[in-house]
């Protein structure tokens, strides 16, 4: 039986989990900044288990390196453009230091996680418009709408998605993309975990999309009508990112499950075939990563003292059977399929640099 979606579909149906943004949307600007929050709390303090996977690794993102080591991620995770990268790491960094003040003092360095889409379509990249104070933004958004979970408020339209965020300048499959989520809610031998996701999908040739088999892109293609005429013209114009088709997408993928990161790495593998169900088939010059994080339980960043006359002070970490993770690598299937697909009906059309234009998948009359 398939899972069944989360109270609001989205990746805010696992518990802790919150979303905010930061949106540019001015002429020739047109982007923005996505945080995600794995728990309102000290990230550095109380590290998250976590785990990533590289599909095709034609892109420029920060703190993979560390998360695939040590297995943790102790920073919000930020989503933005290409060039935006250090105006991440910088506002991410305001904040770890501002709360943990033992930084690169009395302990060692913070590790961030920060990971991009080329918006260049879209976007001038060039002038470097996010700042740190937008990632600020995005991050006092993610934490207000934290709070107001945390306040027995409804987590439904706790952020937006689409056009918005990390989002703004995104193409996919020839046509507005950007922000998608979905939630899916696994059964695990009696025991019920949600897997939620949250894709920036800038992706695809329009012909490629086939979503569940449907050839939707080529039917785009025939289609008649102002709208699909300019999204014909513009399917073929790389300007700014390179070949058409090439583009990346970012998966971020959460759980409740109690999953270790070798376990969660195994769930990373299983956004590649959510992508491929909707027509993906990931280029040579794309960026395609996924990251995964469990909200199960959390990792102090200081080791458990020491009891004079005592064995060595070892942590016990909960982590579900393997004999129970097909229903959450299912879940995981389809939620991100569902996202990225959310992604493009959730998308308004954007006109951007140089009159650059994606249309908007409600736009068009298709049956």
């Known amino acids: 039986m398939n899972p069944a979606a989360g109270p609001t579909d989205s990746i805010v149906d696992v518990p802790g989990v919150s979303v905010g943004h930061a949106t540019i949307a001015d002429g020739d600007l047109q982007t923005g900044v996505t945080a995600v929050l794995p728990h309102a709390g000290n990230l550095f303090r109380d590290k998250v288990p976590a785990a990533c996977r590289v599909f095709n690794g034609f892109g420029k993102s920060v703190g993979l390196l560390q998360v695939e080591e040590l297995g943790v991620v102790e920073s919000p995770i930020l989503l933005s453009n290409t060039f935006a990268m250090p105006a991440c790491v910088d506002g991410a960094l305001d904040l770890l230091l501002a709360e943990n003040p033992d930084i690169a003092r009395g302990t060692g360095s913070a590790n961030v996680v920060a990971l991009e889409c080329n918006d260049g379509y879209l976007s001038d990249m060039r002038r470097r418009a996010v700042s740190r104070e937008h990632v600020a933004e995005a991050l006092r958004s993610a934490r ?6 945390e306040a027995g408020g409804p987590p439904a339209g706790a952020f937006d998605r689409g056009s918005v965020g990390a989002g703004r300048g995104m193409s996919c499959y020839g046509l507005k993309g950007g922000i998608g989520t979905a939630s899916r809610v696994a059964d695990c031998g009696g025991r019920r975990y949600v897997v939620g996701a949250l894709l920036l999908t800038n992706f695809g040739r329009l012909s490629d999309l086939a979503p569940r088999g449907r050839p939707l892109g080529k039917e785009i293609e025939e289609l008649g ?7 014909r013209a513009a399917a073929s114009d790389g ?17 409740d499950a109690p999953a270790d990161s070798r376990q969660l790495r195994r769930l990373c593998m299983r956004a590649a075939s959510g992508l491929a169900r909707t027509g993906a088939v990931i280029s040579g010059g794309s960026g395609e990563i996924a990251l995964a994080f469990s909200t199960a339980y959390t990792l102090p960043h200081d080791p458990p003292a020491a009891v004079a006359g005592a064995p060595p002070p070892a942590i016990m970490l909960p982590a579900i059977h393997e004999d129970l993770l097909d229903p959450l690598f299912r879940a995981a299937t389809e939620c991100v399929e569902a996202a990225a697909l959310d992604s493009l009906y959730s998308a308004e059309t954007v006109v951007g640099r140089d009159g650059h234009v994606r249309v908007a998948l409600s736009e068009l009359a298709l049956g």
Request: proline share 7%.
């Open 144 to 149: 207000e709408a934290a709070r107001r979970i």
């Open 239 to 255: 300007s700014g990112v390179g070949r058409p088709g090439d583009g990346s997408v970012i998966v971020i993928l959460a759980t």
């Open 225 to 231: 009508g102002p709208a699909a005429a300019r999204v």
